[in-house]
Nanobody, 121 residues
Framework: VQLQASGGGLVQAGGSLRLSCAAS????????MGWFRQAPGRERDAVGT????????YYADSVKGRFTISRDNAKNTVYLQMNSLKPEDTALYYC???????????????WGQGTQVTVSS
């Protein structure tokens, strides 16, 4: 599966952004989808993950209550709604596809190219 993330940009602290990740192929619903982020000089961190059906989600503590992951299997797309953004949310955001609903990036098989999110103070 090929993944294309989009929707990043520059936003002021307290603002919102919605990222999208479009997948190619007809097997999107057979993948767990995850969102990850990487700031300069730091390791890739988990944002959250969503089950194949979209029935369950898991989030990193740093984004709980502010970020929401959803998916539309009919459109082969997963979304990341980011509210109450903070400067520390600044990073390159990636979507990924795998088989296990985990926050460990090494367990994901396919990755998008990343979309930059910059939050100004």
């Amino acid at each position: 599966v090929q993944l294309q993330a989009s929707g990043g940009g520059l936003v002021q602290a307290g603002g919102s952004l919605r990222l999208s990740c479009a997948a190619s192929g007809r097997t999107f619903s057979s993948y767990v989808m995850g969102w990850f982020r990487q700031a300069p000089g730091r390791e890739r961190d988990a944002v959250g993950t969503i089950a194949k059906s979209g029935g369950s989600t898991y989030y990193a503590d740093s984004v709980k209550g502010r970020f929401t992951i959803s998916r539309d299997n009919a459109k082969n797309t997963v979304y990341l709604q980011m509210n109450s953004l903070k400067p520390e949310d600044t990073a390159l955001y990636y979507c990924a596809a795998g088989q296990i609903p985990t926050l460990f990036p090494s367990r994901y098989d396919y990755w998008g190219q990343g979309t930059q999110v910059t939050v100004s103070s």
